[in-house]
């Protein structure tokens, strides 16, 4: 082998992976991503879901109970292997939103700028 065979497979390997890269574009913007969904999560979020599961609870091997919350309401839904029956329809509590606070050592030096704090691992 010379070197032009070498150019041309390392030219024919960038070639291939280029045009299986250009298909994984066009498929992730297409939607085309059913057998593969793992893929979906770099893309960008198109809506909000109005479905989702929020707890399950296993009572024995063929029934479950299951918290679904669709829009602003959860059922509570026994599911069995003969039938599915709602036990519960009720509001949806909101979520709660998580805020930074600040640590306490900063509020306790401006109100008394005389206290010492002693943190963990450090001597007076």
């Known amino acids: 082998m010379d070197q032009l065979d070498i150019i ?21 913007r297409a939607g085309w991503m059913g057998p ?9 979020p198109t809506r909000k879901r109005r479905l989702s599961i929020t ?8 029934r479950k ?18 039938r599915e029956q709602v036990l519960d329809r009720a509001p949806a509590k ?8 600040a640590p306490d050592s900063l509020e306790t030096e401006a109100e008394n700028p005389g206290a010492s704090v002693t943190r963990l691992g450090q001597s007076q």
């Open 94 to 101: 909101e979520e709660p939103v998580f805020e930074p606070v």
């Open 36 to 44: 593969m969904p793992m893929l979906d999560r770099w893309s960008a």
């Open 65 to 82: 109970v299951v918290i679904v919350r669709v829009d602003d309401a959860e059922h509570v839904l026994l599911l069995g292997a003969e």
């Open 8 to 28: 041309r497979y390392f030219a024919a390997l960038i070639l291939v992976l280029g045009l299986l890269g250009g298909f994984a574009v066009v498929a992730r």
């Open 55 to 62: 707890e399950t609870l296993m009572l024995d091997p063929r």
